[in-house]
């Protein structure tokens, strides 16, 4: 069967029209009404298995919030199936446990490239192809924490993995993945992971934009755990980055060009 053809997509639930162009992704379904409380309004438009959905408008702009639970194989489906409806912006809010001694919990990361230990995107195209932010909402995240006065972020590489435990460097029985997590900090990678690096590979060969930020609610150099800290904060910049990106979209479209540059927004 062909699903990009069905008129309401198979997991998710949706129809084109029920989602906005501007779509913000939490792995967690009870972070998607966390994140419509900023909003202007909202209605809910489905909900199936952990695929939750909300479109309303948040400072006048269009938006839509739907929930991918948990792991790479879950994003893919939300990243084909969203596409489907219309969509053509994707934003992971979500939590990680940072890699490096100066991200602290509450912290929030932006991704700016996410390395492939997922296994879904080889499904796709060989793991030489890089994961990489859209460059406009990496830098409307960006401008999103500076214009609400939030400076506790990072901006970087991501780790990707498949699995929460043995993917991620914990021990399993009585052995670790040699070496993973002490290679990806020297390599200067921030965080780990379960879905970024599947959106942005699938967001870059289906010509969408996508991007990511996460709270921190452990780091695993300092052995620190904070469940839930940074989570709202993460919400507030998420919403204002897609308010930015309208305005930006906006700007594009008075003048006539495709990609945005600095003197555009003079």
Known sequence: MNHAAIDRQYHIACRKGDLAEYLLVPGDPDRVEK?????????EVSSNREFHSFTGEYKGVKISALSSGIGPACMAIVVNEAKNVG?????RVGSTGAIQKDIHCGDLIISSAA??????SNCYIMPEYPAVANYEVLMALIEAAESL??????????????????????PVKDYTRVDLMSMLQKAGVLNFEMETATLLTLANLFGL??????????NRYINEFKPGA???????VANEA???????DEKKRENGKRWLFPSILK
Request: with cysteine.
């Open 242 to 248: 897609v308010k930015i990106l309208n305005e930006w």
């Open 209 to 218: 934009r996508a991007g990511a930020i996460c709270a921190v609610y452990d």
């Open 115 to 120: 390395v492939r230990l997922d296994y879904t």
């Open 149 to 170: 006065k939030i400076t506790n972020y990072h901006v970087g590489i991501t780790a990707t993995t498949a699995d929460f435990y043995a993917g991620q460097n914990r």
């Open 230 to 236: 940074g989570e709202r904060e993460a919400i507030k």
């Open 87 to 91: 969509v053509h912006t994707f934003i």
């Open 35 to 43: 994140i419509t409380r900023f909003w202007d309004f909202a209605k």
